[in-house]
């Protein structure tokens, strides 16, 4: 087996090798360069998408001096009729004559204002930081208590800066007072010494003050990430390109005919460019200096992308198609993976995502093996499942015929049946890696709505998804005629199906879905044993199939089970 294995990889990596053009290959490489370094310099300097959005023209070259340490300021200096002439042309979006303010009514305007006010603050504390007298310049001080709440959230980490030797403060800057006519004016710093605020290290959270408590965003570490998934995806392009350009021109039929079975064609045609990525990420770890087991935990990453990408272009009926089918997937992933990883150091609701251990890695922060196998373990299941109906049908009347994607999918549903006793029993079970990754994704949609409701929405969601796996099988059966379609047999499938999967519910959520037992989302997934009880799944999937049986309408009876299901949750 090994050994056709390695033939068909050595095969697939030569004629993949040969199939792009120099041209072709030095682009791809420019871009992904290009990219790369986009990112780079993104993590070290950070964004600077709101640079010079605001123009102010001012009188005062002192003034001008402080505004030009914000970024988001475009300064000009002019004498006073100049300056409220181009003021009155609209070309700005302040005037600032000696110390007084004038803004319009605009809302960009306002904002400036706003913004010039801020500016001004964090001027006058870069200032004040220059003496020797936090105390005085922070009078007031904070200390945080972690209480237990619904959702878990980690402690935020704020360490005191010392105390020092104290020393009569400085005059203190007065703060801008807004006005909405020209006419009318307000005070602005008067002329001192300009201090930097880009050279001031004030590390907001080192200091425990009202204005500085901040949850940490690991912002570089979240944008270096995005490093990992770009060879990802696009070694994932040429996947699906090669599988799809055999199907177009029926080359995949040489592999047919051999000896070798499909699952060692799958593997055999993977294998290269699975460990092309692998590489490709090895050398981005090497390159930042990261963690090695970084590799390991983008492993199940380049494994789900690989999958469906090679389902994708099983089902798709051509390279347009197929393209609208992988941007759907790699969005969904991609959302997935990275949203989640955004906040790493606030909500336990995070570890759901593999990204996030990496930028943990990144942030050299340790993870336990709980964690590795919580975030890993539901993308290692979806992508053996991916693959596994993926292979089912890679034959010839799927490969080379024109059927829809919803009978492709049917297809794959039915091999399963007539391959595995019990399989009403079994599907459900094979089908709750799915549902379990979509139920996830919900939570990370979820959290950020109002407890109340987004519980109620997800718990509408969840019940449609599991309800939809649970009844794919019986609807399988019946639409394909694979067996009579009685009240009897409805009764008996949904029996079936609905014991199987609260048995492979129970034992996966138990084993995965731990780390986030504390929270309402944890509950609602049914954690505890009472949650969903087996009775609920039998009753919802009965309602579906005997739905099923009198009016053959799926949507209506999977609706059906769907509100069974939430009310009784």
Request: aromatic letters at 12%; glycine letters at 4%; proline letters at 6%.
């Amino acid at each position: 087996m090994m050994r056709r294995i390695l033939a068909i990889s050595r095969w697939e990596f030569r004629r993949t090798r040969l199939s792009f053009s120099k041209k072709t290959l030095i682009l791809s490489s420019i871009l992904l360069i290009l990219i790369g370094a986009v990112s780079f310099s993104i993590s070290q300097s950070g964004l600077h998408i709101n640079d010079n959005i605001y123009r102010v023209v001012v009188t005062d070259p002192f003034l001008a001096s402080i505004l030009k340490t914000d970024d988001k300021f475009e300064v000009h200096t002019a004498n006073e009729p100049e300056a409220r002439y181009l003021f009155d042309q609209g070309n700005f979006d302040l005037l600032i004559i000696g110390n007084k303010v004038i803004h319009s009514s605009s809302e960009k305007s306002i904002s400036a204002l706003d913004a010039l006010n801020k500016a001004i603050q964090r001027y006058d504390e870069a200032r004040l930081l220059e003496y020797n007298d936090l105390n005085d310049t922070f009078p007031v001080w904070i200390t945080v208590k972690n209480i237990e709440r619904e959702q878990v959230f980690q402690p935020v980490s704020i360490q005191k800066l010392p105390e020092l030797e104290e020393t009569p403060p400085p005059a203190p800057i007065p703060a801008i007072e807004s006005t909405s006519k020209p006419s009318e004016e307000a005070p602005v710093p008067s002329k001192e010494d300009v201090v930097d605020t880009n050279t001031i290290p004030t590390r907001e959270q080192e200091l425990a003050t009202p204005s500085h408590f901040n949850p940490p965003i690991p912002f570089k570490s979240v944008v270096l990430s995005f490093l990992f998934i770009f060879p990802i995806y696009f070694i994932a392009q040429f996947f699906s390109s090669s599988i799809m350009e055999e199907r177009v021109k029926r080359k995949g039929e040489l592999l047919l005919v051999s000896p070798a079975k499909p699952y060692e064609i799958v593997a055999g045609k993977l294998l290269p460019y699975l460990l092309i990525t692998l590489a490709m990420v090895a050398a981005i770890t090497f390159y930042l200096g990261g963690s090695p087991w970084i590799v390991l935990v983008l492993l199940p990453v380049a494994l789900i992308f690989l999958s469906t990408a090679f389902v994708g272009a099983i089902i798709a009926r051509s390279f347009k198609e197929l393209t609208f089918v992988l941007v759907f997937l790699s969005v969904f992933l991609s959302g997935y993976i990275f949203l989640p990883a955004m906040f790493a150091n606030i909500h336990a609701i995070s570890i759901i995502s593999p990204m996030t251990l990496a930028v943990r890695l990144l942030e050299n922060e340790p993870f336990s093996a709980g964690d590795y196998i919580f975030s890993t373990a539901p993308f290692y299941l979806i992508s053996f499942l991916v693959f596994m109906f993926g292979i089912f049908i890679y034959r010839e009347e799927d490969l080379f015929t024109q059927k829809p994607i919803k009978n492709k999918l049917l297809d794959s549903v039915q091999e399963f049946i007539n391959r595995v006793p019990f399989p009403l029993f079994f599907l459900s079970i094979a089908l709750l890696p799915l549902v379990l990754s979509l139920q996830l994704m919900l939570i990370v949609l979820m959290f950020n709505l109002p407890i109340r409701f987004g519980i109620m929405v997800f718990i509408l969601l969840a019940a449609f998804t599991e309800e939809a796996a649970k009844s794919a099988g019986i609807y399988t059966v019946f639409s394909r005629k694979l067996s009579d379609v009685t009240t009897l047999n409805a009764l008996k499938f949904s029996f079936l199906s609905g014991t199987g999967f609260f048995i492979g519910e129970k034992l996966l959520l138990l084993a995965v879905v731990a780390g986030i037992a504390g929270s309402v989302f944890g509950s609602a997934m049914g954690i505890g044993l009472l949650v969903f009880p087996l009775i609920l799944h039998i009753s919802a999937t009965t309602a579906a199939s005997l739905s099923l049986k009198r009016t053959g309408n799926y949507a209506f009876s999977l609706t059906l089970a769907t509100v069974i299901h939430s009310a009784s949750a």
